[in-house]
């Protein structure tokens, strides 16, 4: 009998993706703070978790089909997690500054600082998934 990862696994990958590229997303406001009319940007991570949720429950795979339209394209295996621009929004300001810059930094910080702590507690609970299905191969 095979072992699926997509089934054993479920969603913790995915929300690992995505904790890393949130990663980034708030990382570019932080490092923006100082840009004139830079617009603060977040993902909303409860978009993105229905958007995956759908996907296993109607049975597709996680991760988009990749087409080859000539001999000489390299297979693809996957891709990682793209998010939709449905989860990318724009964070509403409690108060801009003169120049239109909507970047709080300390609301980045503290923003930046959970999803730390969100990326750790999925890898640590992906870890797990990993050392459960090592067990059951190993037959412990």
């Not at 089934?7 to 490092?31: C, D, P």
């Not at 109607?58 to 997690?81: C, D, Q, V, W, Y």
């Not at 600082?113 to 190993?138: E, P, V, Y």
Request: glycine fraction near 6%; hydrophobic fraction near 40%.
């Amino acid at each position: 009998m095979s072992i699926s990862f997509d089934t054993a696994l479920g969603i913790s990958e995915k929300a690992l993706a995505f904790r890393a590229q949130r990663a980034e997303v708030l990382g570019n406001n932080l490092a923006n703070a100082d840009t004139p009319n830079y617009k603060a940007r977040d993902l909303d991570f409860s978009a993105v978790l229905a958007e995956q949720a759908d996907k296993l429950a109607k049975g597709g795979s996680n991760m988009p089909t990749l087409t080859t339209t000539s001999g000489r394209h390299i297979e693809g295996e996957g891709i990682a997690m793209t998010t939709t621009d449905a989860a990318l929004r724009f964070r509403i300001p409690t108060q801009p500054s003169l120049d239109q810059n909507t970047v709080d930094e300390q609301v980045e910080q503290a923003a930046y600082a959970q999803n730390s702590m969100d990326f750790q507690a999925s890898f640590t609970l992906l870890n797990s998934k990993f050392k459960g299905l090592i067990a059951a191969i190993r037959g412990e």
